[in-house]
């Protein structure tokens, strides 16, 4: 699952392929948590909606290329809100976790965040894990002002906002574990334009690179060589080309 939403070939609305992949990210989450059932299938239906609200955004701002304006920018900080309404006017307006995940899943634990500027005590389970997906989908997507990362540069993203507090620690190291162990085995293309295999990856830190082994059998530790990154993941078609 990880791994085909790092490669799948998002074309059309970009918004419909990253509600799905959050929602499966959702339900990869609620195993690796051990969640009970019920509370699982809540989470990932709170991922799958957390930005219905973008429905009543203009899609000339939401696929900008460029810059947001200032007033541009504040409409679509407002889609978390729009989002809380939209379930709230419907059946799931009991669902207070899904609910309070749509809200939420912009808020940071230090307060930085929006639309309500919450800290971590005030912030839901569902919202800290729906932030951290958000964020991981969002940059391994190609989007109208961004191009997508590989895992590694989101990892990097990542561990450095967990690192200042603004994303939950337990969650966020959780994930990125999970995600390195799932994406190790996997084959890479290199900023030098070879193919290679990840081999190893220090999943006891959070920044770790892997160590790849090249169709010519070499072997390069990408934490000692930072003139080399991996620059995206290969499907099996690209791997055989």
Known sequence: AVTQIQNMVREGDYLLHHSVHVAILAGLMGRWLHLPKQQLQKLMVSGLLHDIGK??????ILNKPGKLTLTELKVVQRHPVLSYEMLSNGPMASEKEILSGALQHHERNDGSGYPQGSHKRDIGDFGRILAILDVYDAMAANRAYAKKRSPFEVFGVLSDDIMTGRLDTEYGILFIRQVC?????????????????????????????????????????????????????????????
């Not at 085995?185 to 220090?202: F, H, P, Q, R, S």
């Open 181 to 241: 162990h799932a994406l190790n085995g996997n084959w890479v293309k290199l900023t030098t334009g070879e193919k290679a295999k990840m081999v190893y990856i220090d999943e006891t830190r959070l920044s770790a690179l892997p160590v790849v082994q090249t169709m010519s059998g070499d072997f390069i530790d990408l934490n000692t060589n930072p003139s080399i990154r991996i620059e995206c993941l290969l499907t099996h078609e690209e791997i055989e080309e």
């Open 55 to 60: 429905l009543r955004i203009s899609n000339d």
